[in-house]
Structures are given as structure tokens and as C-alpha cells.
């Protein structure tokens, strides 16, 4: 894993063994948005490589990373996580680090710059005993194997959701775009960065409430499929019907992982396709 702008190495034993083991056995290469409640938690491996983007919520009633995240990882055989990337502080992306690091190490956490030294990533990285944290700037380039991870950050707007970190994770035919909770002032940046190369893959913005997953988004990123990371019967009434109703004009297929469960993406030669297609 490599990061472009500032060349910061990470993982490169694991990716090392990783290209030795895949020539013996190749793994596959995925994308999935897990099913952990109204929260988000994504999960990218290639070539031994495991990053996390985003990691379910908790509370102090309920840590969906140790319960519902834990669970689905290692189904996807995930033993370490290389790089956890936080979208924003907020607990339904990041409570859910700590009980799933009791589960497996956690190598790194990469955040946008803006958070990074906020008090309750601080404490986050303790209790993860995570060695390292990484802020992430906008043009931000991280390298795993074939496959490339751009960053894009609008740190123009004040709000800790139009602060999400959005990221493009392109390799071969493959390409997705996650945007966190950023809404759609914030997606221009995504549009001009991401834009003009259809992604296979969007995770809506902000678990689909209305201001987020703009016509715009989806005229620039012309999606086969659109992942609404949400919680049954959430109080926020997401996804709202106006977000489905833009997607679906813009002829992309839902998915919802309350009521499809996760959602497991496989790269192939055509690009990313739904695992079992
Ligand atoms: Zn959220």
C-alpha cells in the first residue's frame, strides 16, 4: 500500500506476501458495504490488503462493529486490518472501530486532516492501539497493488459532513465512489475529481436522505448500482423517496442493506459485478 502525495508506506510486508500468495492462489479482490444498521461500514481487500472504510456504529447500548461488523469479516476472511478509513467523527462511522480492533489488529487510521486532532480521535486511537494516524488531504493517492484510491476532501464547507472523506477506488475496468455523508454542495468536488468514467459502484451519500446523491453526482458517475447503507425502521426515514426516485430515474439498481443484507461487489475483467452474478 502506498500513499502517492506524501509516499508514506504502510502494509508493505503484507502486500509483498500478498502477490506471492497470489500467484499460488489467487484471492479475490472486493468491495462490500456490510449490513450494520443505520450506520456505514465498507470493506476493501486486494491482494492481502484489507482496508475498512468507515466501521459501523455504537452506542452504549449497542456496538454494531463487534456484533453485526465482526461477524461479516471474518465470513469475508478477513484476519488484520491494514488501514481503517474514518469518513468524519461521527459515532455512526466510527463507534464501531474499537469492539471490531478487538477482533483483529488494526495497522493505521486514515482520517481527513480537518479531524485529525479532534480529542475523540484521539482517545479512538488509543483504545484501537492503532500505531499510526494518517490525516488525509484532498489529492491524496493510495496505492494497493493494481488498484488505486484517490481522495477527495472539500475542506471549503464548515460542516463535519461536508468534510467527509470521498474516495475513488479504481483498478483495471473496476471503479466506485464512496462520498460518506457529504452532501450535495460538497459533491461537486466528487464530480469534477470522479466524474466522466462510469463507476459500477455508488455508495449514497449520507445513508440517502434527500440532500445528498445529487442529480449531478449521478449524471457524472452513471452507476450500475447505488448502495444505501441503512438501519430497518431507522427515525430518520432513510433512504428517502425523493434520493430513490433520482437513482432510480437515473437507471441505476438499489441496493439496501437493510433489506438485501450486505452488499458483496467481486472485481472481474468487466469491472465490479455483485458476488454470484
Ligand atoms: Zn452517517
Redesign the pocket.
Known amino acids: 500500500m502506498r500513499f502517492d502525495s506524501r509516499m508514506i508506506l504502510l502494509g508493505m510486508v503484507g502486500l509483498a506476501a500478498g502477490l506471492v500468495w497470489g500467484l499460488f492462489e489467487p484471492r479475490p479482490t472486493r468491495l462490500a458495504f456490510l449490513a450494520v444498521g443505520q ?2 461500514c465498507a470493506v476493501f481487500q486486494n491482494e492481502g490488503t484489507t482496508l475498512l472504510i468507515d466501521a459501523a456504529p455504537a452506542n452504549e447500548e449497542w456496538d454494531a462493529g463487534e456484533r453485526l461488523a465482526v461477524p461479516e469479516l471474518r465470513r469475508l476472511g478477513v484476519d488484520r486490518v491494514d488501514l481503517a478509513l474514518l469518513t468524519h467523527p ?1 459515532s ?2 466510527i463507534g464501531g472501530l474499537a469492539g471490531i480492533a478487538r477482533a483483529f489488529p488494526v495497522g493505521a487510521i486514515g482520517i481527513p486532516r480537518r479531524f485529525a486532532e479532534r480529542p475523540e480521535i484521539a482517545k479512538l486511537k488509543d483504545e484501537v492501539g492503532a500505531p499510526r494516524l494518517i490525516p488525509l488531504s484532498d489529492g491524496d493517492r493510495i496505492e494497493i497493488g493494481g488498484f488505486q484510491l484517490e481522495v477527495a476532501v472539500s475542506e471549503a464547507l464548515p460542516e463535519d459532513n461536508a468534510g467527509s472523506l470521498m474516495l475513488r477506488i479504481r483498478g483495471g475496468a473496476c471503479s466506485a465512489v464512496l462520498t460518506g ?1 457529504a452532501p450535495i454542495d460538497a459533491e461537486g468536488l466528487a464530480e469534477r475529481r470522479f466524474g466522466g468514467t462510469p463507476v459500477q459502484v455508488l455508495k449514497a451519500g ?2 440517502g436522505s434527500r440532500s445528498s446523491t445529487g442529480e449531478r453526482l449521478l449524471r457524472a458517475m452513471r452507476p450500475n448500482w447505488v448502495v444505501f447503507s441503512v438501519g430497518r425502521n431507522n427515525p430518520y426515514g432513510h433512504p428517502s423517496q425523493e434520493t430513490l426516485r433520482r437513482v432510480e430515474a437515473a437507471g441505476a439498481r438499489v441496493w439496501r442493506t437493510d433489506r438485501q443484507g450486505s452488499a458483496v461487489f467481486e472485481a472481474s475483467p468487466s469491472g465490479f459485478r455483485p458476488s454470484g452474478d
Open positions: 450506520g456505514d461521527d455512526d462511522h455523508d449520507h445513508h
